[in-house]
């Protein structure tokens, strides 16, 4: 019965918040501050489960840790939200309007096919873009993330700087939704991104993996091996990986980079300035004479 109930407890949370904004008060779901409450009582409550039957004792928090991942949950929440809403979200809206860019036809959709689009449209962008931060140069702002050593509920939100206004990228903005179908969106990914890094023994059933991430998929992305991180790149909709051809089964308990060497904040802050101070460092140790 208890292992039943922890593995319905993901698609039932998500099943909880589209009811929640379908059916509150409109003064409520159309407040940001609803979003921050929701998505603060998601994060607390999935970080709780893993008191209750954690996945793996290796990944048990201690205090470090857990201020570490609250530092983070706290700068997504500000710096970053902040940086994604002038930069991104504000220009793009200030386009749609300089074009005369309009979707009526979204505004028509019934409220769970518009939660869905939201869903999609946030998850499409960044399963091309987590894709690319494997295969390119942007694994620099991006290897921090997997420089992790164990997987928790709060976990999605460390990383460096650019590459969380990065990953936070969307076309959202372009389409005509009521704010509550996007809020729901937005709070439905963070219901499965949280159970996909936390470190909570459920195993959701076959049809919510089938189309949602879960932690079984996302700990084999955050593999030691470098080779086997390049797959399961869709942080909530793992559909994605499949009909892309990058979807691979399996687990993982040993997680991390670089001989599982754990980054300090300040590290991960400059990472991806690695490549230039390393270059800057072999030119000083050329330049410099050698005595005799």
Known sequence: MRKTLFNLLPPATVATVILFWAFAPAKIT????????VTSLITAFVQSLEWLNERHSGWRLNRKEFATDLFYVVLGSTAIAWASTK???EPLTAAKHALGITTPWAM???F???????????EFGQYWM????HNSPLWWTHAPHHHITQL??????VGNPLELFLI???VVALFDLPIAAEFCGLSVLTVISTFAHANVR??????????????????LHHSVVYDETRCNYGNSLILLDRVFGTFREGESEIVGQDARRRLSIWEQFIFPARPLMEKIKARQGRSTPVAG
């Open 152 to 157: 928790n509920a709060m976990k999605g939100y």
């Open 30 to 37: 159309g407040s940001a501050w609803t979003l921050v409450i």
């Open 87 to 89: 930069f991104a979200e």
């Open 130 to 133: 987590h894709r690319a931060m």
């Open 112 to 122: 769970l096919a518009q939660v869905a689009l939201v869903v999609f449209l946030i």
């Open 108 to 110: 028509q959709m019934p």
């Open 202 to 219: 459920a195993d959701p059933p076959r049809w919510y993996a089938f189309f949602f991430t879960t932690i079984r998929h996302h700990s």
């Open 168 to 170: 936070s990228l969307s």
